[in-house]
């Protein structure tokens, strides 16, 4: 899976879920759903989403979590076209 599609299936997933402004998830969820020879590269994928600031970063006590930005719904939608 190329890094623009794994980009793409995390963001449609947190879409899917609602984890959108202030309802966020463990970044470690993201792997969920995923091929096992994929998971590796889920991190990178998030970091740079975090980069272009589509994913909100959220530090919590129990680990680190994201949801999606809710000022960027252009570049969201950009994301959610992407077929998987």
């Known amino acids: 899976m190329e890094q623009e599609q794994l980009k793409g299936f995390i963001v449609k997933k947190l879409f899917h879920h609602g984890y959108i402004g202030g309802r ?20 990178e994928a998030a970091k740079e989403l975090i980069k272009e600031e589509i994913l909100v970063l959220k530090p919590a006590s129990y680990g680190l979590h994201v949801s999606l930005n809710p000022h960027k719904r252009e570049e969201i939608q950009k994301y959610l076209a992407i077929k998987n």
Not at 24 to 43: A, F, M, Q, R, Y
């Open 24 to 43: 966020h998830t463990d970044i470690e969820n993201l792997k969920k759903g995923l091929p096992s020879h994929v998971k590796g590269d889920t991190k």
